[in-house]
């Protein structure tokens, strides 16, 4: 036999060898994704009540305040105000954001991103006490991502 009909058999399997692993790692990859997928959706409810926990309540006194969209982020994350007390949400970045109630049931205010271009801004008045968990879903979902806050409302 010639050294070409060695090798070309032992190429084949090789090749095959490697196909086959990568198949078993991408479906052990996906598996593990699926898995991981599925806890992360069964925590969702957690962590989106969890979003109180991202930073320490900033506390308000004053009738009025200011929600700072930074791009990426809310400044504060975790503001502390009470029943009656206009909270403007202010786009000063650079990009397009908007305010999204994780709750859509707990208050009706959004501010969609075709009106909350850089340098605009919207205000609304909290009057009910209660837990107030929001987000930009340009940059975020309700429970993942650094664009989410949350505004607790006291009496």
């Known amino acids: 036999m010639s050294d070409h009909e060695l090798t070309q058999p032992f190429r084949r399997t090789v090749a095959k060898a490697l196909f086959t692993g990568l198949a078993i790692a991408g479906a052990v990859g996906v598996l593990g994704g699926c898995s991981s997928s599925r806890a992360a959706s069964s925590d969702a409810t957690t962590e989106t009540a969890s979003v109180e926990t991202l930073a320490p309540p900033t506390r308000v006194t004053a009738a009025s305040t200011t929600v700072e969209a930074i791009d990426n982020d809310f400044t504060p994350k975790h503001l502390e ?40 801004s919207k205000s609304v008045t909290f009057t009910k006490p209660g837990t107030y ?23």
């Open 81 to 120: 105000i009470k029943a009656g007390t206009k909270v403007t949400f202010a786009n000063t970045g650079h990009n397009l954001h908007d305010v999204t109630a994780a709750d859509p049931s707990s208050f009706d205010f959004s501010v969609s991103s075709d009106h909350f271009a850089p340098g605009s």
């Open 133 to 155: 968990v929001y987000y930009c879903s340009l940059h975020a979902t309700a429970s993942v991502g650094s664009m989410r806050g949350v505004i607790t409302v006291t009496r």
